[in-house]
């Protein structure tokens, strides 16, 4: 099928560069005109493995090709969908500007039927307005109008593992109101032999926002947990571990931290919160998901101050800066707050991060960014984990603990043992884990 993605982010080129792989015809197409010639020498933008392998293989085969002209991108195709972002406005609306934008410009093009299918993640009624707008801005000078569809086809992979959640999806979901829309759709994801879901648009469009607002709920309550663990002397690991292995709860999203944070989950959080006030039901279980997780991110900051004693003039290392691991992606991620506080208290701060120090340059001022850890832990009161990555599974603390001032530890993902950090003289201190 000769299909268009419009938005080459995250998910668009990784939606791209899939549908190539299983033999569809796929343009992509943005309005970064940088990114677009980037991306046509087959240089990715951003950190996802995999993803840079695959996408020289189908610009070669000439599966895949890029472009800024949408218009001709669009003739071209049966299938768009529509992939740019939707952020948060100040009210915690989703910003619908770049999906109207590209509804239009849809419009403008259309000359035979075309599916067009939101990936974009969008609150419910959306799929009405792309309708309206497309019908509003077709060309006026054609003899009969042509027919089109619009869909909904909500996103849920996850950056750092993209391509495989995307190959190997738990369920596709698909929104439609029409047999001619949910036979294209199926027609794509053939080849992935996929659990289906079908529904219809503003069902579809819910399931994004009710999935990622209880995963978001997982999270903040199981930091909520960890706060009672802290405080009677239990190891929140081993109560996710006994709470995980009953079927109807599951393991996965039950890790106590420093709370979530993404470019998904705060404004899908936020923005799911105004749609429901916005069809009369007051979300207070969410409004309380989200003040757990700020909480969370003050938690750990008095932590430090309350180990350090003295915060002002302290260096303070930091080990990831990424919201997870395997992503460049610095969006909301948690250690732009919790590095605010710290500097509003005076500590000066270091930090590594294995992929995402050039995206935190453009986001946060006087910061020393170290080569490596060895290089960033020299001279530090203490080292915080904040990004869980493999690198630091390995790394040798015998040696970073002698090149530091003091050696302290917070683990602000809880990956490593308490017992493992005495040995080597640290002081430790996780989430959770029964020590305050
Ligand atoms: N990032 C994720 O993990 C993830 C997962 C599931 C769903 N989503 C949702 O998918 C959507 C896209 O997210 P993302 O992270 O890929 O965003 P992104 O910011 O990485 O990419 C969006 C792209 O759209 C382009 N764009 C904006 N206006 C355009 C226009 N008029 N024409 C063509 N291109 C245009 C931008 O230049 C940018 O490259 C959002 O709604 C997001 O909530 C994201």
Known sequence: MNIAIVGSGYVGLVTGVCLAHIGHKVVCVDVDREKIRKLRLGKVPIYEPGLEELLKKYLKNKKLSFTWAIKEAAKKSDAIFIAVGTPSKKNGDADLTYVENVAREIALSMDSYKLIIEKSTVPAETG?????????????????????????????????????????????????????????????????????????INSAELIKHASNSFLATKISFINAIAQICDHLGADVLKVAEGMGFDKRIGRSFLDAGIGYGG???????????????????????????????????????????????????????????????????MRNAPSLDIIKMLQHEGAKIKAYDPVSMENAKKMMKKITYSKDPYALAKGCDCLLLLTEWDEFKHLDFKKLGKVMSQPILFDGRNMYRKQDFEKLGFEYYGIGRGMV
């Open 128 to 200: 009405k307005r792309i309708a309206r707008t497309i019908r509003m801005n077709l060309p006026k000078n054609k003899k009969s109008i042509p027919d089109f569809d619009v869909a909904s086809n909500p996103e849920f992979l996850r950056e750092g593992s993209a391509i495989k959640d995307f190959m190997n999806p738990d369920r596709v979901v698909i929104g439609v109101e029409s047999k001619k829309a949910e036979r294209i759709l199926r027609e794509i994801y053939k080849p992935l032999k996929p659990h289906m879901v079908v529904t219809n």
């Open 263 to 329: 470019s998904c989950f705060p404004k899908d959080v936020d923005a799911f919160v105004r749609l429901s006030e916005k069809s009369g039901y007051n979300f207070k279980l969410l409004n309380e998901v989200r003040s757990v997780n700020e909480e969370q991110k003050a938690f750990f900051v008095r932590l430090i101050e309350d180990k350090l004693w003295i915060v002002k003039n302290k260096v303070i290392g930091v080990l990831g800066l990424a919201f997870k691991p395997n992503t460049d992606d």
